[in-house]
């Protein structure tokens, strides 16, 4: 994403959108900016504010008279007055990043389209986490943080040298060079994004020792990292083998989703 310099008139509007933080007015050339580097071409400031079409010179014009006489003028706090964002076409490995921020497209760079696989949502028709196993998802960046792919690699590489296998339809792991060492491609490495999910599934008796590995981890990291446990309930529609290993472990527990027939019972 960039900003026109000759069309922004500094109103600070945009500054306010980015989840990042990336935008700020530049004191020297009195225009928003963009920090390219912090930028995760979310689209956010393009796609939330309404883009009005004033002639940049009279906004100006009209600002610095004003402000003479202590007036401000400021256009409505959702609206770019000048239409200055200009999208860039993005190339790789750049394009990641709007992959990986901007829940409206879909993966192209990685043929998956949402952050995680949906198995992890509909077990009960995939039959992806079965009975004595978990499901963990290991979700970067959210909220409003962000991660790089270094970090992730971090985690992934730390989870394959414990064995654990990744979920191989998840975006992450169709970006990794070697699933069996955790690699992620070099080339994206110090890419930011704004969320990713990585998706691993292991025996029940191994849940403790890898949400410790996990949190181990997530000291080192930089970033917010938020773990989702799926497991699958009894026939009394409740989760006894899981649970008391996460209370055990000091977590409260909260059941988000339980899945009861929306397809094909995978059982
Ligand atoms: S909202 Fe538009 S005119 Fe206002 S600071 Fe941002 S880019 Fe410039
Ligand atoms: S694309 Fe997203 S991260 Fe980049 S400047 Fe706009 S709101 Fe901020």
């Given at each position: 994403?960039?900003?026109?310099?000759?069309?922004?008139?500094?109103?600070?509007?945009?500054?306010?959108?980015?989840?990042?933080?990336?935008?700020?007015?530049?004191?020297?050339?009195?225009?928003?900016?963009?920090n390219r580097d912090e930028c995760v071409e979310c689209y956010a400031c393009f796609n939330g504010l309404s883009q009005e079409h004033l002639n940049p010179s009279l906004v100006r014009g009209i600002r610095g008279v004003l402000s003479k006489l202590r007036i401000r003028f400021d256009p409505e706090p959702d609206v770019c007055p000048t239409a200055a964002f200009e999208p860039d076409d993005l190339k790789w490995p750049r394009v990641v990043r709007r992959a990986f921020s901007d829940p409206r497209v879909p993966h192209e760079s990685t043929g998956v389209e949402g952050r995680g696989t949906e198995e992890v949502k509909t077990n009960d028709v995939s039959g992806r986490v079965k009975l004595g196993e978990a499901g963990l998802t290991i979700e970067f960046g959210r909220p409003a943080v962000g991660v790089r792919f270094r970090e992730i690699q971090e985690m992934c590489i730390a989870l394959a040298r414990a064995g654990v296998p990744f979920e191989m339809k998840n975006p992450v792991t169709s970006l990794m060079t070697d699933t069996a060492v955790g690699t992620i491609r070099e080339d994206i490495l110090d890419e930011k994004i704004m969320s990713a999910i990585v998706e691993i599934k292991v025996p029940v008796a191994r849940v403790e020792e890898i949400i410790r590995l996990i949190h181990e981890?997530?000291?080192?990291?930089?970033?917010?990292?938020?773990?989702?446990?799926?497991?699958?309930?009894?026939?009394d529609g409740e989760e006894r083998v899981v649970a008391p290993i996460l209370e055990q472990l000091g977590y409260r527990l909260e059941r988000a989703r339980t899945n009861i027939g929306i397809g094909r019972s995978a059982a």
């Open positions: 994403m960039r900003i026109n310099p000759d069309k922004c008139v500094a109103c600070g509007n945009c500054t306010y959108v980015c989840p990042m933080g990336a935008i700020f007015i530049d004191p020297i050339i009195k225009r928003a900016t963009i981890v997530e000291q080192r990291s930089t970033t917010v990292v938020t773990i989702g446990v799926g497991a699958r309930c009894d026939s």
